[in-house]
């Protein structure tokens, strides 16, 4: 039997808990050459689990075995301004590592659950540029990935060699391969004075000197409480670790969140109004980088979902009133529920290479699931009507239709590309199947 192959029935599923299902055996590689045998000696199809934090289907298995990259989470080497890792590293891991010497990755996701792996082949937003200004997420900092192909192949693929390649690899959602390891750049630690400012939505919305601004800062935009709060981030400077990594990390259920949540719902948006203008923080305060981080405990006691579709960021002025009015206007769009803005800087990648700005819906309340649904596929259609591109990780409900109208020809070289790497589709999801239209319910 192939090391780490169980031979019993397993659960498996995404953090979210909306997508679960039955394998026959879950391969868990130790090795790079583990995972080569396992993929090169696979006969069936195989669904590459990384943190499992996508919250679309593609965690749903596109045959009756997976493979869960959890145990490839070295640290490599270090080098002078790079770290080599496992694919199957989280970002919470490579943080901590990165920050006991002083050092992080120029930019991450808030979530501290995802793995390198998952975060380099499932496009992600960098969420800390006012921290590191330029940084996107976790697959902008790398030089250089080892990733084992459908049949067993490993290549080394560089940055400035293998240009392509990378661009594939990065919209790939395991079709072009398992990222066994890769190279990521590093930088200093870095620290900024932060504090929060509350601004009437109307004013924001007409004002496009403070667009400039909130696509510099971190900025949350509340629909149905008429207001916005940015967080602004000055005098950025190198930082020391001086406090404990873990005293730096915020849990997910922050008072707000348990606010909304205890709120009857016709009460909570009179209720939030005044709670978010006393709440925020005027105070400037020195924070680091990975302040930023939130872990997401997977004993259900958190949740959070969120709708992302990103569009050019010249877009941004006529697209934001836009969506904020579809949100205040629908009925199942949940009051406490804000939008967040992630600016994303041009990145070698397949489908979405150039300057874009991700505005994403988000969620907290579990109890308003049905109503998030509706809200959800509603939100789908406007956004694609207005020219927006989704990220098959965060975006449910997406068809190969779609996908053609977004991206055109593009879509149809991408899926070439995916087809040509992987012509049995040994690696990948339903979901993938789906937008591939291979899954025969294309539209
Ligand atoms: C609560 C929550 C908060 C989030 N916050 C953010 C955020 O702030 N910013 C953001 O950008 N995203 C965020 N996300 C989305 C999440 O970070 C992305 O979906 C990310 O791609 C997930 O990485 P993962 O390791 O969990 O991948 P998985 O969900 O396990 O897999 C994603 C895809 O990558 C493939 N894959 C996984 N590992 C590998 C590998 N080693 N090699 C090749 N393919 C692989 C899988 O087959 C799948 O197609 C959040 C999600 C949740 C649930």
């Excluded at 039955?22 to 583990?34: I, K």
């Excluded at 693929?157 to 990378?166: C, K, P, V």
């Excluded at 849990?251 to 939030?272: C, D, H, I």
């Excluded at 109503?371 to 789908?380: H, Q, T, V």
């Amino acid at each position: 039997m192939a090391p780490g192959l169980g031979g019993r029935p397993e659960r498996i599923g995404n953090w979210l808990g909306n997508v679960v299902a039955e394998v026959d055996a879950v391969l868990r590689p130790r090795s790079v050459t583990e995972l080569q045998e396992m993929i090169a000696g696979a006969r069936d199809r195989l669904l590459v689990m990384g943190g499992r934090m996508s919250k679309t289907a593609l965690m749903d298995p596109p045959g009756r075995r997976a493979l869960d990259m959890r145990g490839l989470n070295a640290i490599v080497e270090y080098g002078p301004d790079s770290v080599t890792v496992g694919g199957g590293i989280t970002v919470f891991e490579l943080s901590r590592a990165l920050y006991a010497k002083g050092l992080q990755i120029p930019g991450f996701t808030i979530t501290a659950d995802p793995s390198v792996g998952g975060s380099i082949t499932a496009p992600t937003k960098g969420a800390n540029h006012p921290f590191n200004p330029g940084a996107n997420g976790v697959s902008g900092a790398v030089i250089s990935a080892r990733v084992v192909r459908p049949d067993g192949e490993l290549v080394d693929l560089r940055e400035g060699r293998d240009t392509a390649a990378l661009a594939l690899l990065r919209d790939s959602y395991s079709a072009a391969g398992v990222v066994a390891e890769a190279t990521l750049r590093t930088r200093s630690l870095a620290s900024a004075d932060v504090h929060e400012e509350v601004l009437p939505l109307p004013r924001f919305l007409e004002d496009t000197d403070q667009h400039r601004r909130a696509l510099e800062q971190r900025t949350l935009v509340f629909p149905k409480l008429g207001l916005l709060v940015m967080r602004v981030h000055e005098n950025r400077r190198p930082a020391e670790p001086a406090a404990p990594f873990e005293s730096l990390l915020t849990g997910p259920n922050t008072p707000y969140v348990r606010l909304a949540r205890a709120l009857p719902r016709a009460a909570r948006a009179g209720v939030l109004r005044a709670a978010v203008r006393l709440g925020i923080d005027r105070k400037t305060r020195h924070r680091l980088h990975v302040q930023n981080l939130t872990p997401y405990p997977r004993d259900g006691s958190a949740y959070l979902d969120f709708i992302t579709w990103s569009l050019p960021i010249g877009r941004f002025a006529d697209a934001l009133p836009r969506i904020v009015t579809f949100c205040r206007t629908h009925p199942d769009y949940p009051a406490e529920s804000l939008i967040e803005i992630f600016r994303t800087f041009p990145e070698n990648r397949f489908l979405d290479a150039d300057e874009r700005v991700a505005i994403d819906p988000v969620s907290f309340d579990r109890r308003e699931g049905p109503r998030w649904e509706r809200f959800y596929r509603d939100y789908n259609r406007m956004i694609l009507e207005l020219g927006a591109s989704p990220f098959l990780n965060q975006t449910r409900y997406i068809t190969a239709g779609d996908m053609r109208a977004v991206y055109g020809a593009r879509y149809d070289a991408w899926r070439d590309a995916l087809l040509q790497i992987d012509p049995t589709r040994k690696l990948g999801s339903r979901y993938l199947d789906r937008v591939l239209g291979t899954a025969g319910d294309e539209r």
